[in-house]
């Protein structure tokens, strides 16, 4: 396994690799791997002649000082899963290596980023959106690899990669799940013992919504998933929002036979976790 820290390494080994007829899969993540970046690798190894995972905390999508500081970084470890899955490359960047000046691009996805994960995380989408960019840039895939976890991401790269006209295929992927259901995330390996043993209940919750839905409400069944969720003194819903699957846009409760998702953010103490599960008519 190879592994660049200079993006102008790996373009040339991209280059080369691409020359030779291989086709490229990318999986990018922030380190702290667990068995659903994994996952995303394994598929991207099905799927591509080689693969390359990057490893980068990108400062500018954290919206919390103190969240980017508690980040898990354990990159020794990471490598050795990525080498266990025979990954072909790896880039770990330092911060100047992709931002040698200040960032200053403004993305406008209009109603995309502003709501969910927008509302509460200010900034935090233009910042995903302009370091996967500059990770296309470089590593230029034909396809690329994102956990469905990650739901309101998973739409803004679609409308990045649309906006910037980029030729790459982006590959959603199936939530890996605990055994009781946590969507697995790095942020997981935070939470004590009592935390982790409630936060299964967001998965329960999303199904018990998904079995409401049609007979009930809309805003019937956000009502009391948010109530389900909040009875546990380990939990604290931020929102509970049934939203268009392809437009994020809010449903109403008369708005039958559209492909619906139930997308959700919950702190359980100071760790907050995000989930959703698509609802069908
Ligand atoms: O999902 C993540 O881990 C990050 O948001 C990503 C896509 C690697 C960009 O930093």
Redesign the pocket.
């Known amino acids: 396994m190879r592994i660049f820290e200079r993006r102008i390494d790996l373009t040339a080994w991209v280059k080369q690799a691409k020359i030779a007829g291989n086709s490229i899969g990318f999986v990018?993540?922030?380190g702290a791997l667990h068995p659903g970046h994994l996952a995303l690798a394994g598929q991207a190894k099905r799927e591509n002649d080689l693969v390359v995972c990057?490893i980068?905390v990108?400062p500018i999508?954290f919206n919390n000082p103190e969240d980017l500081k508690k980040y898990p970084r354990t990159l020794e470890t990471d490598l050795e899963h990525l080498r266990s899955i025979r990954c072909d490359a790896v880039f770990c960047p330092d911060e100047k290596e992709m931002y040698p000046g200040p960032e200053t691009k403004v993305y406008d996805f209009g109603h995309l980023d502003k709501v969910m994960e927008g509302r509460y995380r200010q900034g935090h989408f233009n910042g995903?959106a302009i370091?996967?960019k500059k990770l296309f840039d470089i590593v230029e895939p034909h396809r690329a690899y994102?956990g469905q976890k990650?739901y309101q991401?998973l739409q803004i790269i679609k409308a990045m990669v649309k906006k910037e006209a980029m030729d790459v295929e982006i590959i959603p992927c199936a939530t890996v799940r605990e055994p009781d259901g946590l969507a697995m995330s790095s942020r997981n390996a935070r939470l004590t013992p009592t935390q982790r043993q409630e936060a299964g209940k967001i998965y329960k919750v999303l199904q018990g919504a998904r079995e409401m839905y049609p007979g009930q409400a809309v805003s019937t069944i956000e009502k009391w998933a948010t109530q389900e969720i909040n009875a546990s003194p380990e939990l604290e819903t931020e929102y509970f929002q049934i939203v268009d699957a392809e437009t994020l846009l809010p449903v109403g409760d008369d708005d039958l036979g559209n492909e619906l998702v139930a997308c959700v953010a919950v702190y359980a103490g100071e760790v907050r976790l995000i989930d959703n599960m698509k609802f069908y008519s």
């Open positions: 990018p993540t922030m990057s980068f990108n999508q995903v370091v996967v994102f990650d991401q």
